[in-house]
């Protein structure tokens, strides 16, 4: 299914995101430079990740965020 169009096709289906644009931030400077960056930003999409979709079950092992097309960041909260 061609989730643009709506269209079933048999076509394969590219589920590679685009690496440029997207990041992990895993250090203080990279989160102070996050947060200078969208800061300016009207809107802000926030997602939380966790380990299971029930909510009883779940822990949050991290927060993604995108503030423009093509641009976005993870935060992980909980990691091995």
Same mark, same amino acid.
């Given at each position: 299914?061609?989730?643009?169009?709506?269209?079933?096709?048999?076509?394969?289906?590219?589920?590679?995101?685009?690496?440029?644009?997207?990041?992990?931030?895993? =250090? /203080?400077?990279?989160?102070? $430079?996050? #947060?200078?960056?969208?800061?300016? @930003?009207?809107?802000?999409?926030?997602?939380?990740?966790?380990? =299971? /979709?029930?909510?009883?079950? $779940?822990? #949050?092992?991290?927060?993604?965020? @995108?503030?423009?097309?093509?641009?976005?960041?993870?935060?992980?909260?909980?990691?091995?």
């Amino acid at each position: 299914l061609n989730l643009s169009t709506g269209v079933a096709t048999s076509e394969p289906v590219n589920n590679q995101l685009p690496k440029e644009g997207y990041r992990t931030i895993i =250090s /203080t400077e990279e989160l102070s $430079a996050l #947060i200078h960056e969208i800061g300016d @930003s009207s809107i802000i999409a926030i997602d939380t990740e966790t380990t =299971s /979709t029930r909510a009883r079950d $779940a822990a #949050i092992v991290g927060l993604s965020m @995108s503030w423009k097309d093509g641009v976005a960041a993870y935060i992980p909260i909980l990691s091995p």
